[in-house]
C-alpha cells in the first residue's frame, strides 16, 4: 500500500533521524574552508582504494558513493505547565552505496510488481575525526554493501528472463551527472536550554488557563547538520544547515467524543529571528480561542459542492494531489497508478495555474520554506524546476533514476537517513494569472453556491495535513484534514463553524475543477513521509476555489469527555462567586 502523508508536526519524528532543514546556497561557489576536512579526506582515501579494488571484482563496481551526516540536536518539550524533557545529542551517520552492473540495468533495478527495499543499510559511526578509524569503518561498511549489491544483482539479471518487462522498465536504472565540489564552512549550533525550559512551561500553563484544553505541548528544537559525500563521479562536498522550531499543539474533545486537535509552528534559521514572547502568546489565545469554539461547534454532514481553500490549505491540497504524482520514481513502477506518466506536454491544470518546485529558495515574503538544501542527498545541486507552465505539465521530479524522455536528476533525490534517496518535493511553489481578491473570491463562491441551488458553500480555513494513495491496488484518491471549516450562506447569514468533515478526491476531477486563485501566496511547512522517509517540505499556493468538492465524515472517537474538569477549574460552590 502506498500512502503518502504530509503532517507539520516534527515532533512526532524521531529524532534520531530527523531530516536536514532549509539553507540557500549557490552550486559549487567559492569555498568557506581552505582545505578539506579530516572527516571528507578519510572519505576520498578510501574512495580511491575502494574504487580501485572494486573496479577489477567480479562484478564490478562501476559507482561508488560516501556520505557521512553529522548532526547535532537540541530539544526541549514541556507539557501542562511543566518540563517533558531536555536534552542535547550528536551522531554521525555512514551511507555507502555500491552499484554494479551498468548504469543501464544494475542491482537496483526494480522486478516486476515485487516492492523494492526502501531502507538504507548504513550504519552509525565514530564521532572522532580519526582519518585511519573513519577508514576502517567505511572500509566495513563498503564490503557489506558490495556483496549485497552482488547478490542483488544475480537476482535482478535472472528476473529480466522470466518477467515482461514494460516500456517504463527500459530507462536506465541510474544516470550520469556532473561532478561538483564545494567545501562550506562547519555550522554548529549552541542552545542554551534553561531558557527554553522556562518558556515552554509558560507556554503549555497559558494553554492550561482553559478549562477546554485536556492536553498541551511545546517543543523547541534546534537542529545542526553538517554533510559530506564523495563518489566516484568525482564530486566532493562539505556544507551545513541549521533550522530552529517551536510547535505548539493543544487538545480537547468535544461532548460527543471527537479529538479537538489545533497547532501551530515557528520556523527560523537565526537564533535572533525566534518569535517574540508577544507572537507566541498571540498565537497561544487564537488556538485556545479556536479549541473552545470548536468544542462547541456542530457536526457538518457529507457535502458535494462548492468550496474556498484559503492559501496553507490549498498548499497542501497541491501537495498532495498534484506534487506526489508528479515524482519521477513513480513514473517507472508498474505498481504506481501512474496519474501523469504519459501526460508531458498535455494541459493538465486550468491554464491560469504553473507550479513549479525551487529547493533552492530559502524564505518566500519573509517566511522561512523548510523544503530548501543547496546540494540534494545524492550530491546533485537542487534546481528550480518548473512542472506545470500554464496548466501544461513540462516534466517531473527527479533523482539519478532516469525516465523514457527524462535522461537527468534536477537535484530533487532526497530521503531521510536511514533510507534510499528517491525524487521527493522540496519547495512546491503554486502561481496563478487568474488572481481575485478575498472579498471577490467570497463573493465568487456565493455566486457558485446560488448557481447550483446548495444550502452553503464551504470555507477552509486551516488543515493539519493530509495524505494520498498512488498505487495501483488502491483507488487514486486523496485526503485532506481540515480543523477550521466554515459554512458560507448566500443569504448573507453570518458564517458557521462547523467540524467533523475530511476533504477526499481524485485527483484528474479535482484539478480541473479549480475556477479561480487569491492574489497572495501562503505557505506551509511540513514533514512529508513517503517511501524515502520523513523530509521537511514546503508548500506555497494562493487560495484556490474550487467549483465542487466533496467532503466525508471525519473518523472520530466515542470515548467521552473527562467526568470532572481539570483540577483548578471546579465550578464555585452555589451561592459563592467563582
Given at each position: 500500500?502506498?500512502?503518502?502523508?504530509?503532517?507539520?508536526?516534527?515532533?512526532?519524528?524521531?529524532?534520531?533521524?530527523?531530516?536536514?532543514?532549509?539553507?540557500?546556497?549557490?552550486?559549487?561557489?567559492?569555498?568557506?574552508?581552505?582545505?578539506?576536512?579530516?572527516?571528507l579526506t578519510a572519505m576520498q582515501q578510501e574512495l580511491d582504494r575502494s574504487k580501485a579494488a572494486l573496479a577489477e571484482a567480479d562484478p564490478p563496481a562501476y559507482f561508488i558513493s560516501y556520505t557521512i551526516s553529522d548532526r547535532q540536536?537540541?530539544?526541549?518539550?514541556?507539557?501542562?505547565?511543566?518540563?517533558l524533557s531536555s536534552i542535547d545529542d550528536r551522531a554521525r551517520w555512514l551511507e555507502v552505496q555500491t552499484r554494479v552492473g551498468t548504469p543501464q540495468l544494475d542491482d537496483t533495478h526494480k522486478m516486476g510488481d515485487r516492492p523494492p527495499n526502501w531502507t538504507s543499510p548504513g550504519s552509525v559511526t565514530v564521532l572522532d575525526d580519526d582519518i585511519p578509524v573513519l577508514?576502517?569503518?567505511?572500509?566495513?561498511?563498503?564490503?557489506?554493501?558490495?556483496?549485497?549489491?552482488?547478490?542483488?544483482?544475480?537476482?535482478?539479471?535472472?528476473?529480466?528472463?522470466?518477467?515482461?518487462?514494460?516500456?517504463?522498465?527500459?530507462a536506465p536504472d541510474f544516470s550520469h551527472e556532473a561532478p561538483h565540489t564545494y567545501l562550506g564552512?562547519?555550522?554548529?549550533?549552541?542552545?542554551?536550554?534553561?531558557?527554553?525550559?522556562?518558556?515552554?512551561?509558560?507556554?503549555?500553563?497559558?494553554?492550561?488557563?482553559?478549562?477546554?484544553?485536556?492536553?498541551?505541548?511545546?517543543?523547541?528544537?534546534?537542529?545542526?547538520?553538517?554533510?559530506?559525500?564523495?563518489?566516484?563521479?568525482?564530486?566532493?562536498?562539505?556544507?551545513?544547515?541549521?533550522?530552529?522550531?517551536?510547535?505548539?499543539?493543544?487538545?480537547?474533545?468535544?461532548?460527543?467524543?471527537m479529538n479537538i486537535e489545533r497547532y501551530a509552528n515557528?520556523?527560523?534559521?537565526?537564533?535572533?529571528?525566534?518569535?517574540?514572547?508577544?507572537?507566541?502568546?498571540?498565537?497561544?489565545?487564537?488556538?485556545?480561542?479556536?479549541?473552545e469554539a470548536l468544542d462547541k461547534a456542530p457536526l457538518a454532514d457529507p457535502y458535494a459542492g462548492p468550496a474556498l481553500l484559503t492559501g496553507r490549505a490549498a498548499a497542501v491540497f497541491f501537495h498532495e494531489v498534484f506534487g506526489h504524482r508528479a515524482e519521477g520514481f513513480r513514473q517507472k513502477d508498474i505498481t504506481e497508478g501512474q496519474t501523469f506518466s504519459s501526460k508531458m506536454g498535455e494541459q493538465i491544470l486550468p491554464d491560469f495555474i504553473s507550479i513549479k518546485d525551487d529547493p533552492t529558495e530559502a524564505t518566500l515574503g519573509g517566511q522561512m520554506l523548510l523544503g530548501g538544501y543547496p546540494y540534494d542527498d545524492e550530491g546533485v545541486p537542487a534546481e528550480d524546476t518548473t512542472l506545470v507552465d500554464h496548466g501544461v505539465l513540462k516534466t517531473f521530479l527527479m533523482s539519478r533514476s532516469p525516465l523514457v524522455g527524462v535522461a537527468h536528476s534536477n537535484g530533487h533525490g532526497r530521503r531521510q537517513l536511514g533510507f534510499v534517496p528517491v525524487a521527493r518535493q522540496g519547495n512546491l511553489i503554486v502561481s496563478s494569472t487568474r488572481t481575485l481578491s478575498d472579498v471577490e473570491l467570497r463573493q465568487k463562491l456565493i455566486e457558485l453556491v446560488k448557481q447550483q441551488q446548495k444550502p452553503f458553500g464551504l470555507l477552509i480555513d486551516d488543515i493539519a495535513g493530509g495524505f494520498t494513495f498512488t498505487g495501483r491496488g488502491q483507488p487514486q484518491a486523496f485526503q485532506v484534514t481540515p480543523l477550521v471549516?466554515?459554512?458560507?450562506?448566500?443569504?448573507?447569514?453570518?458564517?458557521?463553524?462547523?467540524?467533523?468533515?475530511?476533504?477526499?478526491?481524485?485527483?484528474?476531477?479535482?484539478?480541473?475543477n479549480i475556477v479561480a486563485t487569491g492574489d497572495k501566496q501562503e505557505v506551509f511547512n511540513g514533514y512529508c513521509g513517503a517511501e524515502s522517509g520523513s523530509v521537511p517540505v514546503s508548500a506555497v499556493a494562493p487560495a484556490i476555489l474550487i467549483s465542487e468538492m466533496e467532503f466525508a465524515k471525519k473518523e472520530t472517537s466515542t470515548d467521552k469527555p473527562p467526568l470532572l474538569p481539570p483540577p483548578a477549574h471546579d465550578p464555585a460552590p452555589r451561592g459563592q462567586q467563582p
Open positions: 500500500m502506498k500512502i503518502h502523508k504530509l503532517i507539520n508536526q516534527s515532533f512526532l519524528i524521531s529524532a534520531l533521524l530527523l531530516a536536514t532543514a532549509s539553507c540557500s546556497l549557490a552550486a559549487d561557489q567559492a569555498s568557506g574552508q581552505s582545505v578539506s576536512p579530516d572527516i540536536y537540541s530539544l526541549v518539550s514541556g507539557s501542562n505547565g511543566a518540563l577508514r576502517r569503518e567505511i572500509w566495513r561498511e563498503t564490503d557489506r554493501q558490495y556483496r549485497a549489491a552482488a547478490e542483488a544483482l544475480i537476482r535482478v539479471t535472472t528476473s529480466q528472463q522470466v518477467q515482461v518487462q514494460t516500456s517504463e522498465s527500459a564552512p562547519r555550522v554548529d549550533i549552541h542552545v542554551d536550554r534553561k531558557p527554553w525550559e522556562e518558556r515552554v512551561r509558560r507556554y503549555t500553563a497559558e494553554f492550561s488557563k482553559s478549562p477546554a484544553v485536556l492536553n498541551s505541548i511545546a517543543t523547541f528544537s534546534a537542529l545542526g547538520m553538517n554533510q559530506y559525500l564523495v563518489n566516484t563521479d568525482g564530486s566532493k562536498l562539505a556544507f551545513g544547515q541549521v533550522h530552529y522550531r517551536l510547535e505548539l499543539y493543544v487538545q480537547s474533545k468535544a461532548s460527543d467524543g515557528f520556523d527560523w534559521l537565526d537564533p535572533k529571528n525566534q518569535p517574540s514572547e508577544s507572537e507566541v502568546f498571540r498565537t497561544i489565545a487564537q488556538l485556545v480561542g479556536e479549541t471549516v466554515y459554512k458560507v450562506f448566500p443569504d448573507g447569514r453570518p458564517d458557521e463553524l462547523v467540524r467533523g468533515v475530511d476533504i477526499v478526491g481524485t485527483p484528474l476531477v479535482s484539478l480541473t
